[in-house]
Structure formats: C-alpha cells, structure tokens
T-cell receptor, first 110, second 117 residues
Framework: GEDVEQSLFLSVREGDSSVINCTYT??????LYWYKQEPGAGLQLLTY?????DMKQDQRLTVLLNKKDKHLSLRIADTQTGDSAIYFC??????????FGAGTRLAVHP | EAGVAQSPRYKIIEKRQSVAFWCNPI?????LYWYQQILGQGPKLLIQ????????DSQLPKDRFSAERLKGVDSTLKIQPAKLEDSAVYLC???????????????FGEGSRLTVL
C-alpha cells in the first residue's frame, strides 16, 4: 500500500527558513498536501499542490514537488514561534482517502 | 460556518470496557471519515462514509470497532471491548466532495482522546 515518510523533528531559529521533507511511494496521487497540527487541536490544511506542478508559492510557504524522486517539501520562510507545530505530509490514496506521514515536529527557538 | 464537532474530548476507560464517540460534520458535507492517531504517529484511516454508505473500512478492526452514519449526517464510532492499544486520539473529518477532480480538502474536528487503562 501507499507509504509516506517524513523526518520526525526539526529545530530552527526564529527568522530562519524551515524545510520539511516527505517521500511517498504511490505516484498516482492527484493532489499532495501539507497539514498543520497545533497542540490539542485537529489537523488544518496548510497548502496543497496539484501533481502536474513542480512548485507552488503561497506567502511564506513554498511547496516543491519532484515526481521523479517522489519527494515533496515544504519551505517556511521567516519562521516564527507561531509556526511551532507538527506538519503532516499527505497524499491521496484513492477516492478522496488521504494517507498521512508520521509528522514532523517543528520547534522554533529565539 | 461551524466546524466539525466531536465529543467527548477526553475519555478514560479500563480495558474490556466500551466507549462511543460522536461526530457532527460540517453542514452539507457528504463524506465523513474517522481516523485513529496514536501518539507520535500520523492519522490512520479507520472508515470513510459517503452519505450513509461505507466507502472504505479496510483498516477498521471489525471484531471490536463499529461505526454508523444512519441519516447521512452525524456519525458514531464505538469500541467494544477496548484494548490497551486502542489508546489514541480519534479524529473525525468531513469533506464536501469525493472522487476525482477536487482538491480533497478534509476538515478535521479537535479529536476525542481515549486512554485505556
């Protein structure tokens, strides 16, 4: 079945850029997603990219997709303490079913 | 617009007891999902409904878990009897569209945290 892998932890200094990486196995996903989870809360869609795109930019967020290597990344520019959260990569597993990675915990320190 | 509502937020039970979780999706959303999120892991799909029909329940442990969405709106997830390994957050999500040709955004509730002792 579909497998999504992420590094578990990332620590950055406030103001620096953060890059969270994700690899997946199934290349048939139409959309690929980044969700954010803050403590005690549910997941919230952060951004997504259509599979025929290489890059998508949305304010401080940049999503890069390398379909050949099945690699997805999320770059957060000018990372703030409010960006501290768990970030989940997700790919569609057929009929609107999402398969999630284990999540990357982003810690932002002054 | 009201979000996805779940209750209870927290539940502590002993193993072999039963528990039920309730979810009210966003109004008009035809697709409803129950995900299990074990501490330190990503959410895992348990069951997906389209209106009141089951689309996917391949990862639902049917010997102990059951779910229903009788009128195509609210849904209940039940565990009976509970095991220690069922300790997790149970997330309900809904979506306004299903199938291909849409962005597939899921809207999540805050989750119901279950602790089995």
């Amino acid at each position: 079945g579909e497998d999504v892998e992420q590094s578990l932890f990332l620590s950055v200094r406030e103001g620096d850029s953060s890059v969270i990486n994700c690899t997946y196995t199934d290349s048939s996903s139409t959309y690929l997603y980044w969700y954010k989870q803050e403590p005690g809360a549910g997941l919230q869609l952060l951004t997504y990219i259509f599979s025929n795109m290489d890059m998508k930019q949305d304010q401080r967020l940049t999503v890069l997709l390398n379909k050949k290597d099945k690699h997805l990344s999320l770059r957060i520019a000018d990372t703030q303490t409010g960006d501290s959260a768990i970030y989940f990569c997700a790919v569609s597993g057929g009929y609107n079913k999402l398969i999630f990675g284990a999540g990357t915990r982003l810690a932002v320190h002054p | 617009e009201a979000g996805v509502a779940q209750s209870p937020r927290y539940k502590i039970i002993e193993k072999r007891q039963s528990v039920a979780f309730w979810c009210n999706p966003i109004s008009g959303h035809a697709t409803l999902y129950w995900y299990q999120q074990i501490l330190g892991q990503g959410p895992k799909l348990l069951i997906q409904f389209q209106n009141n029909g089951v689309v996917d329940d391949s990862q639902l442990p049917k010997d102990r878990f059951s779910a229903e969405r009788l009128k195509g709106v609210d849904s209940t997830l039940k565990i009976q009897p509970a095991k220690l390994e069922d300790s997790a957050v149970y997330l309900c999500a809904s979506s306004s569209k299903s199938g291909t040709g849409n962005t597939g955004e899921l809207f999540f509730g805050e989750g119901s945290r279950l602790t089995v002792l």
